[in-house]
């Protein structure tokens, strides 16, 4: 008898025990299974009130998956997940459905990586929800929030989600065509072995949902390129306040350097030295007339009264950049600087001056000068770069980065030169500060330490912080990009949004429909 106590009290504390530690990961195998068609498992990751389950149709190769759970999503997850484990470059592609109509409009099925079956695990997925949102979604360290990228098309056919190194980004399709890049080329570290699969999740815990994988197609190994890879430029915009991010344009060519114009409808950017406008909701590019200036740089920008647009062209005396003021519905271009290079990079507030950056004698600093032309006045002398000039809201001051103290940072000086103040102090290089339409918030963008200059195609930061607040800068995101994301303003005219271009280096692979 008293070994009998013994054993169901050890057995006892055992379960328990293996309770508890499922609840402290997240995660519990609910009636593990065995291999289902190419994936060596399935269970509910995170905490459901009803079990998921798999089923896989050998006839038409097709995976039914049932889940519920209360979201992937903020720092902890739950659905359903069919996986199996793996390492290197992969790419894993699937059309998807739902089964049944109504339920909630952002019930997800996803193709996911994911560094372990932990609820608040690292990971990356491409969504595909309910109403037909479909985004590229991640969470870049465990315990981290999730952020997302929204592709520019809603409801596609087919998905594929992809790995290149640390890189991840996602390739979509609608009926009838080839899949194509659609945004992503994030920088997801998964170390090791990890999990690759398909998943349900019902973004309601009371629910259970079902969605079918079709045409599941898993590509492993690393992928030799037959030639260089391919750039994809991809206009985005931000929300300040939830951090989430909507691809506008993508393409596979170079464009930079967005303006929001003043009615909040269009985006603004370079092209092949061009100035290109296009809607805010999407649609094709059109190329604004600049009349000669045909080699626009991506130093441009609105007039405060929304008249004129400043450009920066080297189609003259010897391609060095001049600065030109053009209609904004186009027109001839009207000189303004006589001396080059020169760079624009802000207007006053009252539209009657110019901020720009000079090269004068082998020394780049910050000028002024009338809208109308005339003498320039030179504002900085430090020994040093000094770049990216732009005024605060209020006219009072001018903020720039410099590179006086030893690493490039942002710095403010009053309209008139005078008072020059170090603003940011840390352990990267800091560029271009943008101050948002209401004085609220500077956004600029953050290369590492080592990073000399402002080179293209770097892992770097969009930092923002509260001008008249504590000063606490935050990251608004991570991407690949750097020369070209956010050299001139781009806020929107309600300060609630930036634009800004990221970029992808993506090697020539199978985009076909199977």
């Known amino acids: ?41 399935h269970a509910d ?32 997850d ?22 049944g109509s109504g339920g909630n409009e952002h019930r997800k099925a996803v193709l996911m990586f994911r560094q372990s079956l932990d609820a608040d695990s690292a990971y990356a997925d491409v969504a595909l929800h309910g109403n037909g949102l479909t985004s590229l979604q ?42 194509h890049v659609a945004g992503g080329w994030l920088r997801i570290p998964l170390q090791g072995s990890f999990y690759l699969g398909i998943g349900v999740c019902s973004h309601d815990k009371d629910v259970v949902e079902k969605a079918v994988f079709s045409n599941v197609d898993l590509v492993t190994g690393s992928y030799a390129a037959s030639k260089p890879p391919t750039l994809y430029s991809s206009l ?50 059109e190329i604004i007339d600049t009349g000669f200036a045909v080699r626009c740089n991506n130093d441009h920008g609105i007039s405060p009264d929304g008249t004129l647009l400043a450009i920066s062209d080297q189609s003259q005396e010897e391609h060095r950049s001049i600065i030109y003021t053009v209609p904004m519905a186009g027109g001839a271009p009207r000189r303004i600087t ?36 005339g003498q320039e006045t030179r504002m900085t002398t430090a020994k040093g770069l000094d770049d990216g000039p732009e005024y605060s809201p209020d006219g009072k001051y001018i903020y720039f980065n410099s590179e006086r103290s030893g690493t490039m940072q942002i710095w403010r000086m009053r ?36 990073v000399k200059g402002h080179p293209e195609n770097k892992d770097v930061r969009l930092r923002i912080l509260s001008v008249g607040g504590d000063k606490k800068i935050q990251v608004l995101a991570n991407l690949f990009g750097g020369q070209g994301t956010i ?4 806020w929107s005219p309600d300060s609630k949004q930036l634009a800004f271009v990221s970029y992808q280096l993506i090697a020539e692979e199978n985009n076909g429909t199977k």
């Open 415 to 450: 309209a008139d030169g005078s008072d020059q103040q170090q603003i940011t102090s840390d352990n990267f290089n800091n560029w271009f500060p943008h101050i948002s339409p209401d004085g609220q918030w500077m956004v600029f963008l953050s290369y590492d330490k080592d």
């Open 1 to 41: 008898m008293h070994k009998k106590n013994k054993s169901a009290a050890w057995f006892a504390t055992c379960v328990i025990g293996l309770l508890l530690c499922c609840a402290a990961s997240g995660f519990c195998a609910q009636n593990p299974a065995g291999p289902i068609g190419i994936f060596e498992s």
């Open 78 to 99: 739950a659905f359903q997940f069919v996986w199996k484990k793996i390492s290197g470059d992969v790419s894993l592609t699937a059309d998807i459905s739902f089964l």
């Open 236 to 285: 985005e915009t931000v929300i300040i306040e939830s951090r989430g991010r909507r691809v506008i344009y993508i393409a596979p060519e170079h464009f930079e350097a967005p303006n929001w114009t003043h009615d909040g409808a269009s985006l603004l950017f370079n092209r092949d030295g061009r100035i290109m406008r296009m809607a805010v909701t999407g649609g094709k590019p």
């Open 45 to 76: 990751v995170g905490t459901v009130l009803h079990a998921g389950s798999a089923e896989y149709d050998q006839s038409k190769q097709s995976y039914n998956v049932s889940g519920s759970g209360e979201n992937i999503w903020y720092r902890t």
């Open 338 to 373: 006589q001396l080059s290079p020169s760079y624009w990079h802000g207007w006053s507030p009252d539209g009657k001056t110019l901020a720009f950056v000079g090269e004068r004698n082998g020394d780049f600093d910050i000028y002024r000068i009338s809208v109308g032309g």
């Open 487 to 490: 050299n001139v303003p781009s």
């Open 138 to 179: 991640f969470r870049d360290e465990r315990g981290a929030d999730t952020g997302e990228i929204q592709a520019n098309i809603s409801a596609p056919r087919r998905l594929r989600i992809t790995k290149r190194g640390d890189y991840v980004y996602m390739s979509l399709a609608r009926d009838g065509e080839d899949l």
